[in-house]
């Protein structure tokens, strides 16, 4: 299943050379994996409440192809590339959305983790079936 959120540059995403600041992109792609989590039925803070766990990234690699800057209308793709017992991996793009050309891509592999103990553990059934049956 290929998600896409839609973001905008605002000036405060803006480094002083007018172009987003690289750590922002992972800020953009967190977003578009929490909407995306919100799209299955879940919301973080319900599975913090009721099921007591969180996410967490594990890993980041992002490779950073062309900048965007400000009020560029940016759309943020995601794939579920990897699920496997207590984590998740995904391939993000950022796209400048007018002409659809890449700027930023990035494997993230992120863990579900107790939120007491935060050592992770597998995913509740309601989420691995829902996810597996979304790809």
């Given at each position: 299943?290929?998600?896409?959120?839609?973001?905008?540059?605002?000036?405060?995403?803006?480094?002083?050379?007018?172009?987003?600041?690289?750590?922002?992109?992972?800020?953009?792609?967190?977003?578009?994996?929490?909407?995306?989590?919100?799209?299955?039925?879940?919301?973080?803070?319900?599975?913090?409440?009721?099921?007591?766990?969180?996410?967490?990234?594990?890993?980041?690699?992002?490779?950073?192809?062309?900048?965007?800057r400000f009020n560029d209308a940016l759309t943020v793709v995601s794939r579920v590339a990897e699920l496997r017992r207590a984590s998740l991996t995904f391939h993000q793009e950022i796209l400048r959305?007018?002409?659809?050309?890449?700027?930023?891509?990035?494997?993230?592999?992120?863990?579900?983790?107790?939120?007491?103990?935060?050592?992770?553990?597998?995913?509740?059934?309601?989420?691995?079936?829902?996810?597996?049956?979304?790809?």
């Open positions: 299943m290929e998600f896409s959120w839609p973001v905008r540059v605002y000036y405060e995403d803006t480094d002083s050379g007018g172009v987003v600041y690289y750590a922002n992109y992972l800020k953009f792609m967190e977003r578009a994996r929490s909407e995306w989590l919100r799209a299955l039925g879940f919301e973080q803070d319900v599975l913090w409440q009721q099921q007591g766990i969180v996410f967490a990234v594990r890993r980041a690699e992002v490779d950073f192809r062309s900048p965007a959305t007018e002409e659809g050309r890449l700027l930023v891509s990035g494997e993230i592999q992120v863990v579900c983790v107790d939120r007491k103990r935060f050592r992770p553990v597998a995913f509740p059934e309601n989420i691995t079936e829902r996810v597996a049956n979304a790809e």
